[in-house]
């Protein structure tokens, strides 16, 4: 009975040492980033209770990511993902040490998720699209801009992709118009104008 | 309170065991990578299934431990990782290759065929890899075969057509039908032969087949010998008297004779690296069936003489006719066939052991197989038997005339392209006559068409 006593006062000690000094702890953890000791910026967070805390898994993911440690970096932003599902944030978080191990088919279903969360989810959308075009997957990357274009019709970027991906489809027409709008947008945008050029 | 120390130390512990029991990726990519380059197989799936237990999953490490059981060929466990590198990372053609071929190795077809197709234009022509069909391959051949002494047996025909069929990626059954002709001074004889081999492949370097020939022989007896004997002058002295003898003699044999016969090869076949063994077992039955009659008959006119006069004469006749009687003849075999491969050079031999009729005999027969190029490849064999049946290449060549017979065989394989091979082959042969008792020779050209489909 005497021991569990202590064992109880240990925890709750444990537990308001975490809540109370996490932003202290954070603030450690920032100081020890920007001087480029994440392993030691990863030990300071680790005090806190992780089990339960969004942030600190967050933050952990993004640390082992600096840190070159994908597959942690990975399992922490999957805790973080358990603990707020509709996060999109550790998703794009994510996404970062998928694309270091190549693991891109994962990459492409985070984007999806990304998607299913916010469909006008914009930055995730072009991405996923260009996976597809180097996929060569043009026609699903086509059907991704579309929704793009149609929201920010005068997005470089998206333009510029859709112009290339109607060249490989053979449809020059649409191609020359679509670069014609990034052109438009960038006016020394002189790869663009290249390529015009040749069409 | 030394227990309770001890508690809280294992709580915090398993804490941080948690935490830190996942590999480090600088590690694992760094190990694993030099485990790869170096080739060094058996260390790197060492290392891959420790760190696989402590939650190492990303593409490059996926690809690197199946390609090392692959190396090993642990078909199954590079099946596992390759499969896991996919689902990382889909695009990459190399796992896809490699998975291909894990499951082109494991006979699942199926599988292969659907990873084959995801496969680049320039990858597939690389490999060339046709999926088996129920009809894979169709075999046409002919031949003609010249004899050398025509005053005992005239050229010979021979056709082969036969069927390859691929039921499934392990079960196989070839099929061929064979038919022989050929005019002797004593008749002639046609036969039909029909062979069929069910083939099981537990993987590619175990099968086990079955090699069934069966043959129908249809021979024609259609033969008169007659003679005539004059005892030379005498040469002795004027006046002596001396034997005259005068015999006329005639053999002739007329009628017709069958023979179906039946051989039985069950043969398991083990390859390791660059050497193929088989051993079988065989048994070979005929029946004859005897429809023709042999007539004999002898006149002998023994004349005493003194000079132009006769003192004594007598004429003996002998007549007589017999039917043969149809017997039914077995024979068993044990055998081995081994060979070695060694650069673009196969040589081996096919050994035999054969009961007959209470007779024991051993046979061998050596050949060599030289792959040129890839389109010209040399192969040669030669055998030499006695007074009984033998059969060749998983029973596909069934020599059921009870004769003493050697054969050279030279055949010259071109592949005009990947489905289409044309086979040139020149065959020398003595074949011993049981009927006239002499040996002839033929000299044979056969002309084959190989279709793949």
Redesign the interface.
Known sequence: MKYIFIIAITAISVSSFAQGNSVEVFKTSYAYEASGQYQKAISTLEKIDLSSSYSANLRLGWLHYLNANYLKSKSFYTTAIKLKPSSIEARLGLIYPLQVMSNWDEVIKVYTAILSIDGNHTSSRYQLAYIYFVRKKYTTAETHLKKILSLYPFDYNSNALLGSIYVKLGKIKEAKKHYTIALEYNPSATDISAILKGL | MR??TL??FFMFLSGGFI?FA?????Q?DSVTYKHFVNEDWEKLIEFGEKTTQN??????FNLRMGIAYFKLEDYKSSLEFLTKA???????KIAVEYLFWSNYHLLKEKEAKEWYTQLDDSTQQRIAYTPNKKLSSIYLEYGLKLASDRQFANNATYLNLGLTHHLTGKIAFVQAYTFNSQSLNWGNYTQHQYYANPSYLFNKSTKLNLGLHGSLFDGVFDFLWEGTYQSPPPMGFPGASFIDTLADSSYQINGTYKELGLLIEPRFTKKWNNIITSGYFGFYTSKGQSNYLETYYDSTVITERTGPAIISQSIEVNDSTSQPVGATINQYTIGMDFSYSHWFITAGSDLKFILNDGNSNFFFSPYLKINISEKLQFSAYYFKKGNYAISLFEGSQLFNYFAPLTRYSLTTKYSISKKTHLYLTYQYESVFDNFNGVDYRLNSIYLGLKFKL
């Not at chain 2, 939650?55 to 490059?60: K, L, M, T, V």
């Open positions: 227990r309770l508690y809280i935490l996942q590999e480090d990726y600088k694992v939650g190492a999953d990303y593409f490059y996919n689902q990382n990372n889909s695009y990459n």
